[in-house]
């Protein structure tokens, strides 16, 4: 096999064909630094390890477990990552959502349940929703992460407050 070539928060970065079977959370955080991504349980049930992944340019972005994906899978794919949500010191108004309204304890959960948003967030900037539809997509949306502090509530409050209010999201 040839190096793997594909992009994180719209860099491109290479990895070894020696690499293939490596999980894309540990290339992240020891090839390249990034340590947003948590790694958790491991087995692809927590989703604390959640990034959003474009697998072609201009696709719906989706949420990927980065503990479960081996970097084989991701030949040119476009990744994005907790590190990419900040606006330089500008929190994007769903971590700023998240802190307003006490989503999160420990914090450990934040960065997956953060990127599942941000794909319904980028979902969302091309696709408004009826509003009376919100719960149940945000439900969908984040229903499989666990929080083992219970933030359950805040995170989807926060979630439904910043789409509503952010115009154009929803109609
Ligand atoms: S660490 Fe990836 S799903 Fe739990
Ligand atoms: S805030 Fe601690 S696990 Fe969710």
Redesign the pocket.
Known sequence: MDNITFSVNGKPVKASAAEADLPLVDFLQEDLGLTGTKFCCGIGVCRACTVSVRRQPGAPPEPMIACSTPLSSLQGVEISTIESVANHDTLHPLQQAFLTHFS???????SGFLMAAMTLWDRLVDNPINKQDLDEVVHNTLKDHI???T?YIRYYEAVKAAILNQPGMTK
Request: net charge positive; charged share 10%; proline share 0%.
């Open positions: 999160f304890q420990c914090g450990y959960c934040t929080c083992r502090c933030g």
